[in-house]
């Protein structure tokens, strides 16, 4: 189920519909595509498929008024001058059409501390990052919502196996609620929505985590008997299939066909950051 199903949904009598029992129904309408044709996910590798993606990033978020005009027509964030942030891209016929951001909580922290208290999670030993910077190309012929599930995987392995991450971190504008909170299970962790969030344009925004540590036991809770296409639990935990290898560039045994990409060295300590805009339940 695309973005704008959902968007459209949250203005019809389901509204209306406990939150709860609206996540059911978003649950049992969503179905898992099929891998897209022709698509690859990847770190970016080279400047090309860094710029590409940042000028995607711009377009998409100028669209959605989430950052100001620039002459550069291009969304750089100081987090992507880090060593400790991964650009993670999807390539169709070599072009850059998708692109998401892991930003680990090393020395400057994560964006979301401007909203959220994060000191709970800093935990030492632990590797805690924020999923940021997602956009996707505006035309792909009925492979966006394909693109978005299978970035999303990739996401989840890249950070866990290559990583080491432990707990994601996401800001999101409410209106993407059902999609984060009711079909990928993140919890919300802010008190009340944020009105003016900086780092998106002063836009409203809501913060919520993932704990990998429990996510495979709350997935498997929430979609453990539900049938395979729309079995998320077996999506992200289980199933690998040899399609999905093929298009899927990881470092090691998933890609032996493919060149090994260097792995980085884990970060040093965080630094503590506590904000008084938002409290964690």
Do not use: W
């Amino acid at each position: 189920m695309s973005t704008k199903r959902i968007k459209k949904m949250l203005v019809s009598p389901l509204a209306v519909i406990p939150r709860h029992h609206r996540y059911k129904v978003f649950r049992c309408l969503m179905k898992i595509p099929d891998p897209p044709d022709g698509v690859r996910f990847e770190p970016a590798r080279t400047p090309e498929d860094s710029d590409a993606a940042f000028a995607l990033l711009y377009e998409a978020y100028r669209k959605e008024n989430l950052t100001p005009a620039s002459s550069s027509k291009r969304r750089i964030t100081v987090y992507h001058s880090l060593a400790t942030t991964s650009l993670l891209v999807a390539k169709l016929n070599n072009e850059v059409i998708a692109t998401v951001s892991i930003i680990k909580d090393a020395g400057l922290g994560v964006p979301a501390q401007d909203i959220a208290d994060l000191s709970r999670f800093r935990i030492p030993g632990k590797c805690m990052a924020e999923v940021s910077s997602l956009a996707l190309k505006k035309d792909l012929r009925g492979q966006s919502s394909g693109v978005m599930f299978y970035l999303s995987k990739y996401l989840f392995k890249y950070s866990r196996e290559h990583l080491g991450i432990d707990r994601f971190i996401i800001t999101f504008h409410p209106r993407q609620l059902p999609l984060y909170e009711g079909l990928f299970l993140f919890k919300t962790s802010c008190v009340n929505t944020v009105k003016n969030y900086g780092f998106a344009n002063n836009a409203p925004a809501l913060c919520a985590t993932l704990n990998f540590e429990t996510a495979e036991h709350r997935f498997r809770k929430v979609y453990g008997k539900a049938p395979e296409n729309r079995n998320l639990f077996q999506f992200f935990f289980r199933t690998f299939s040899t399609r999905e290898k093929a298009c899927m560039r990881f470092p090691g045994h998933l890609s032996a066909s493919l060149p090994e990409l260097p792995r980085r060295e884990p970060p040093g300590p965080a630094v503590p950051f506590v904000s008084e805009n938002c409290t964690i339940k």
